[in-house]
């Protein structure tokens, strides 16, 4: 017997239409079944949270999904998709999965009043419990769930992570509007690229205290089934730019290594992009990186003072951090330069000097800002906010103190609320003048190629 599932991917109401990895991996899980999968997605049609109740109303599902990560933007959409779900008259079981509601199962049920949350990696337990509702077997012998019976939550066993990352199917990318999403502009893309996202492993051995990735530590794909799965992009979608956007693919100097090594004896050209880590910054490493059609690495850098990366638990310290700079620009590609601010230990200081550091290494490829760190529930920043007298729960988190990712949700610094955003202005506006103030001499330089020079390869004003 066969479900019918709808996954709802919400509006994430910005330019960037980043695409949907992890209902696509659900929907493929779900499909290999033999189960039908609709999307409702909402991030290409725009449509109101309203119009998800007539929809429901109008074609009857045994199961909705929805999966949010846990910013304040998805928090409050998944309320209102929730109510939609909830007010139709055909409301088919309701299923809640991602980071965000993983971190607190019975806060995100209570507010949703969804029947279940998949915790954590959601392929294998989404189709045991598709099979038990079919079945009508009890639903509490699938591992990995929170299930809600009015006011009371039962939560079942953990499940293993999944081990071998290449028996799971590829991502339903057919049942999207891919034509939209390869439209994603990443660093380096030209006008004539299409981008699209692949998994080269899950998870990170590290342990950074900010980070609100729950599974412990790294499970790589084989090189040759990325491979496949690219070169079956290329062939279907005309891929010309890969998103490895798993939390990093630079693991170790090793794994690295033989990965651009099977991408060039398989002889697949195309460009990259990918999470770093400056440790494994060798010139060696990049060189290869850089054959392999790598054009950037984004490092999560967040500070450039010893002893607030040793307050995060950063593993990295600030003598690694410039020669793995230097080395990237040296071999060609360029680095994404990511800082934070607001962590313990923070202040005036470490943020003008994150300031300074990003200055001298800026090479245009993209605009930088700065942030302030954010004590996602899950992550150990959030207990440590918790045991500080911060944060009182997750409904404090959500309801009262993460109103926008570019604002404090929590002081963690010695600074005062007015100091902390002044400091945070001030900074933001020399980012902010040194891209434009490079930009405009950009221009100027393309208006005299163009008009001085008779630049017949011109194409048109662009920002790259
Ligand atoms: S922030 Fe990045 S490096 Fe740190 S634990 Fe999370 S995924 Fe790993």
Redesign the pocket.
Known sequence: MASRVLLVVYDNGSHIHSFPMGAAYIAAALRQKGHEVVVWNQDSTHSPDESLTGYLDENPFDVVGIGVIGGYYQYRKLLSLAGAVNRSRRRPFFLLGGHGPTADVRYFLRKTQADAVVMGEGEETVVELVAALENRTPLTDVRGLALRDGPEVTVTPGRPLIADLDAIPWPARDLFPVEYYRLLRMPHATSADFCLPVLSGRG?T???TF?Y?MDTGHRARASEPILDEIEYLQKTWNITYIDFMD??LMISRQRTMEFCESILRRGLKFKWYCNG?LNYAAPEVLDLMKRAGCVFINY?IESVDNTVLKNMQKALRYEQIVPGIENTLAAGISPGLNMIFGNIGDNRDTLRRAVDFLIRYDDQAELRTIRPVTPYPGSPLYDEAVRRGLLRDCEDFYEHKHLNSDLMAVNFTELTEDEFYEALAEANSRLAENYYAKSRERMLRQIDRLYRQRDATFRGFRPV
């Open positions: 990170c590290f342990r950074c980070c990735r939390e990093l880590r999560g």
